[in-house]
């Protein structure tokens, strides 16, 4: 008697391991074309070497997830040319795009530094007003 089939085994541990192929590779090569795009429009015109290795890694960049990780390295290009603001306003308008392509592990979470997140938080008493004053005897 075997306890297990090899042959199901097998297949159960590849299917374990195995990195599902997306039925709409197209759609996906377009999709990332687009970002692509919109990365190197923001980038710019800079002939700074910083701005051209960067501009070059998102040009040749093989995958969603490269360029989901270069956002910071585009964040610090942008806060330095145009400000921490105008860079933010943008990098947030390109994490837009990446809405639904990434596993769910990579995707943004809310930022504390974000008025959206801290307006949807409840209001909390002053800090100061709720600790007991060392002066009290």
Known sequence: MRWFKTKDLRSSIYALFSVSASSSRIDDAATMDHIRE??????????RERTAGLARRIRYATDLQALWFMRGELM???ARNEG???AREKVDELTSLFTDLL???????????????????????????????????
């Open 84 to 86: 921490e603001l105008a």
């Open 38 to 47: 919109a990365m190197l429009e923001m980038t710019g015109d800079d002939p």
């Open 103 to 137: 596993p769910r592990g990579l995707r943004s979470r809310p930022s504390p530094l974000d008025t959206s997140y801290r307006n949807s938080r409840p209001p909390s008493d002053d800090y100061r007003a709720s600790r007991p004053h060392s002066d009290d005897t």
């Open 76 to 78: 610090q290009l942008l």
